[in-house]
């Protein structure tokens, strides 16, 4: 069982940057895949980026890529996503999720077994 919390959430001018971070609990925490997903209001909820249990790699949905980065602290049991150049339509709730899966990335996520509660980040214009 793992748990996972979100933070660092916000309210920031377009342009501007947050990052955000996700701790987990427990002591196997390196041998999970994470991911980022978010979801705007009257939307579904939709892939930001992903990264493998090692931190070798790296996934982003396209809307992302060139502005996101994820990474983790596997000592720290925390995995972050760095967002920068913020758009109005990055504005969502953001989930980080967890696959106990060593190997590569998915950003599928049926694939995933546990989810944080959220954090909002809003973009104003």
């Known amino acids: 069982q793992v748990q996972l919390v979100e933070s660092g959430g916000g309210l920031v001018q377009v342009g501007g940057s947050l990052r955000l971070s996700c701790a987990a609990s427990?002591?196997?925490?390196?041998?999970?895949?994470m991911g980022w997903f978010r979801q705007a209001p009257g939307k579904e909820r939709e892939f930001v980026a992903a990264i493998s249990a090692a931190g070798s790699s790296t996934l982003y949905a396209d809307s992302v890529a060139g502005r996101f980065t994820i990474s983790r602290d596997n000592a720290m049991n925390t995995v972050y996503l760095q967002m920068i150049n913020l758009r109005p339509e990055d504005t969502a709730v953001y989930f980080c999720?967890?696959?106990?899966?060593?190997?590569?990335?998915?950003?599928?996520?049926?694939?995933?077994?546990?989810w944080g509660q959220g954090t909002q980040v809003t973009v104003s214009s």
């Open positions: 427990g002591r196997t925490f390196s041998s999970y895949r």
């Open positions: 999720a967890a696959n106990p899966v060593r190997w590569g990335v998915t950003p599928n996520p049926a694939q995933y077994n546990y």
